[in-house]
T-cell receptor, first 113, second 111 residues
Framework: GENVEQHPSTLSVQEGDSAVIKCTYS??????FPWYKQELGKGPQLIID?????GEKKDQRIAVTLNKTAKHFSLHITETQPEDSAVYFC????????????FGSGTRLQVQP | DGGITQSPKYLFRKEGQNVTLSCEQN?????MYWYRQDPGQGLRLIYY???????QKGDIAEGYSVSREKKESFPLTVTSAQKNPTAFYLC??????????FGQGTRLTVV
């Protein structure tokens, strides 16, 4: 089955700096790659997603890039703010079979004021 | 508002007891999922259902059971066979291979 690895596990940046989180996946058939933000004691919420027919997608301060050949994708957050502090998860899924999202292990992002 | 509702928010289980976690959605999604989250770890798939009256084991199904009698509901029972049930449980639903919507979770603790 699919396996998703995520790095780093923790990331501390100064307010205004950029943050980058990287994920790799194992199943070349995976074609949907979402990123979720989870605040303490709450369920994850989608912040951005990308499909395998697109190499990059941007939404204001957040962007995701996908390299299908290398089977990795990354989340980029620019001009970080204290409210960006949370745990971020990458995930992957495909159109066939169980279609369930397989998640990375998460990155705890701390933005220092 | 459309969304997923999990209840209760906190649940305490005694040794040898079965407990049931509720998950209801009004998003008209066919697929529903149960995930388990342990501290500092990612989400692991317990069970999933892609259609009413059908469900499949995920990666860590031992000690759990589910039912899917209605499209809107996908309850999870944590049985006494689950030896380490203390965790944060998350229910999700999605349409096809698109965004998954999550509930706010149930924190289960063994006492």
């Amino acid at each position: 089955g699919e396996n998703v690895e995520q790095h780093p596990s923790t990331l501390s940046v100064q307010e205004g700096d950029s943050a980058v989180i990287k994920c790799t996946y194992s199943d070349s058939a995976s074609n949907y790659f979402p990123w979720y933000k989870q605040e303490l004691g709450k369920g994850p919420q989608l912040i951005i997603d990308i499909r395998s027919n697109v190499g990059e997608k941007k939404d204001q301060r957040i962007a995701v890039t996908l390299n299908k050949t290398a089977k990795h994708f990354s989340l980029h957050i620019t001009e970080t703010q204290p409210e960006d502090s949370a745990v971020y998860f990458c995930a992957a899924s495909l159109d066939t079979g169980r279609r369930a999202l397989t998640f990375g292990s998460g990155t705890r992002l701390q933005v220092q004021p | 508002d459309g969304g997923i509702t999990q209840s209760p928010k906190y649940l305490f289980r005694k040794e040898g007891q079965n407990v049931t976690l509720s998950c209801e959605q009004n998003l008209n999604h066919d697929a529903m999922y149960w995930y388990r989250q342990d501290p500092g770890q990612g989400l692991r798939l317990i069970y999933y259902s892609q259609i009413v009256n059908d469900f499949q084991k995920g990666d860590i199904a031992e000690g759990y059971s589910v039912s899917r009698e209605k499209k809107e509901s996908f309850p999870l029972t944590v049985t006494s066979a689950q030896k380490n049930p203390t965790a944060f449980y998350l229910c999700a639903s999605r349409w096809a291979n698109t965004e998954a919507f999550f509930g706010q979770g149930t924190r289960l603790t063994v006492v």
